[in-house]
């Protein structure tokens, strides 16, 4: 099946500072990414979609000027956590699919972890 | 809204044997499609099996079946011949057909465990 990364898998930032996550998908072009968040022991919360150049749009409850999506290319999209807070420690994974992929096909990436001190 | 439900939150299994987890879901749609991923302690999502609604054969992948009851709005998960790797956390997922940007919907997930 086609592989997506995610980069940094783990990632440690202070309080009030920003962090960038990301994503790419290395061999399809993604048209659609997937943001999601998870807690230990939980489900995953889908965040936000994202098209190719387009605006993400974001799930209702979504901070979007906290959680900023782009998806600058049809292989890299990047989440942005900004002022992070303790309460924003978390698993964050995305997810693609492809132009040519089969309707019901998915990509996860291995996730993000991320803690704010 | 479509829902999913995984009600039970853990389940435990003698390596060896079958186990079934359960799953059902609500929705108005006629067409769709149902999954089941696995999330071992690596936490990578991988995709068990899936199951296109308007199919009314049961799908299956090795050891991995499911018995897909459309009325019901059923759809849980036969592992046979569990192994020690099985365990991991599974959950339920439904997809409407939609188009690129239709959601996946997931249940809470339960926790299998395999004793050897």
């Known amino acids: 099946g086609a592989v997506v990364s995610q980069h940094p898998s783990r990632v440690i930032c202070k309080s009030g500072t920003s962090v960038k996550i990301e994503c790419r998908s290395l061999d399809f072009q993604a048209t659609t990414m997937f943001w999601y968040r998870q807690f230990p022991k939980q489900s995953l919360m889908l965040m936000a979609t994202s098209n190719e150049g387009s605006k993400a749009t974001y799930e209702q409850g979504v901070e979007k000027d906290k959680f900023l999506i782009n998806h600058a290319s049809l292989t890299l999209s990047t989440l942005t956590v900004t002022s992070a807070h303790p309460e924003d420690s978390s698993f964050y994974i995305c997810?693609?699919?492809?132009?040519?992929?089969?309707?019901?096909?998915?990509?996860f990436g291995p996730g993000t972890r991320l803690t704010v001190t | 809204a479509q829902t999913v439900t995984q009600s039970q939150p853990e389940m435990s299994v003698q390596e060896a044997e079958t186990v079934t987890l359960s799953c059902t879901y609500d929705t108005s749609e006629s067409d769709y499609y149902l999954f089941w991923y696995k999330q071992p302690p690596s936490r990578q999502m991988i995709l068990v099996i899936r199951q296109e609604a308007y199919k009314q054969q049961n799908a299956t992948e090795n050891r991995f079946s499911v018995n897909f009851q459309k009325a019901a709005k059923s759809f849980s998960l036969k592992i046979s011949d569990s192994q020690l790797g099985d365990a991991a956390m599974y959950f339920c997922?439904?997809?409407?057909?939609?188009?690129?940007?239709?959601?996946?919907?997931f249940g809470k997930g339960i926790t299998l465990s395999v004793r050897p």
């Open positions: 997810s693609a699919r492809g132009r040519r992929a089969l309707s019901y096909e998915q990509y």
């Open positions: 997922a439904y997809r409407p057909l939609g188009g690129a940007n239709s959601k996946l919907t």
